[in-house]
């Protein structure tokens, strides 16, 4: 089962920052935190990763609490193709060694013009 | 370098039949990991395949079965259809089971 607690949905307005939170209160210490998105009938897209310290690319940036219990994806200069499913996945390994990602429902962000 | 590609891209089954789906490895890439997601929701792990062996299954039933080939493709079998089973196959890969790259999948649709 998905161990995160995402909003099902959002908004934001175009040129801004969006801001999408994640709740992964019972994480692992060696647990880390992904982010992906999903754009309508596409398959899912890498964003960041990141364990505890904080992390950027050139798509985003990932905030992570000290206590690694939640984190926020930054979205610096929302566009309207940013308009999708943001899944936030703490990825896990299972006794065969096997790394899966467990996706819950996301938030849907909608970029507003 | 190329990504992950699904074969068909759309396909139509009757209740009962049999399916395959096919995936091509991003390549390098030695990992194939196999995802349904109904309408409306997430995807969901099937299973995985390492260096060709079976290394990881969700909660799935035994007729969703799976190959990955030498050349690191690989294929999503389900047997005996049913309607809830309509949904976009999703195959991901990665090499060493680190960070993924999705194909754009394949929308299967029971009547």
């Known amino acids: 089962d998905a161990k995160t607690t995402q909003p099902p949905s959002m908004d934001c307005a175009e040129g801004r920052a969006a801001n999408l939170p994640c709740n992964h209160s019972?994480?692992?210490?060696?647990?880390?935190v992904y982010w992906y998105r999903q754009i309508h009938s596409q398959g899912p897209q890498y964003i960041i990763h990141?364990?505890?310290n904080n992390e950027t690319n050139e798509m985003a940036s990932l905030i992570i609490t000290e206590d690694r219990k939640s984190s926020t994806l930054i979205l610096p200069h929302a566009t309207l193709r940013d308009t999708a499913v943001y899944y936030c996945?703490?990825?896990?390994?299972?006794?065969?060694?096997?790394?899966?990602?467990?996706f819950g429902t996301g938030t849907r962000l909608t970029v507003i013009p | 370098e190329t990504g992950v590609t699904q074969s068909p891209t759309h396909l139509i089954k009757t209740r009962g039949q049999q399916v395959t789906l096919r995936c091509s490895s991003q390549?390098?890439?030695?990992?194939v990991s196999w995802y349904q997601q109904a309408l409306g929701q997430g995807p969901q792990f099937i299973f995985q395949?390492?260096?060709?062996?079976?290394?990881g299954r969700g909660n799935f039933p035994p007729r969703f079965s799976g190959l990955q080939f030498p050349n690191y493709s690989s294929e999503l079998n389900v047997n005996a259809l049913e309607l809830d089973d309509s949904a976009l196959y999703l195959c991901?890969?990665?090499?060493?089971?680190?960070?993924?790259?999705f194909g754009s999948g394949t929308r299967l649709t029971v009547v």
């Open positions: 390549s390098g890439h030695n990992t």
């Open positions: 395949y390492y260096r060709e062996e079976e290394n």
């Open positions: 990141g364990l505890k």
């Open positions: 019972t994480i692992s210490g060696n647990e880390y």
């Open positions: 991901a890969s990665s090499l060493e089971r680190t960070g993924y790259t």
């Open positions: 996945i703490v990825r896990v390994a299972d006794q065969t060694g096997a790394n899966n990602l467990f």
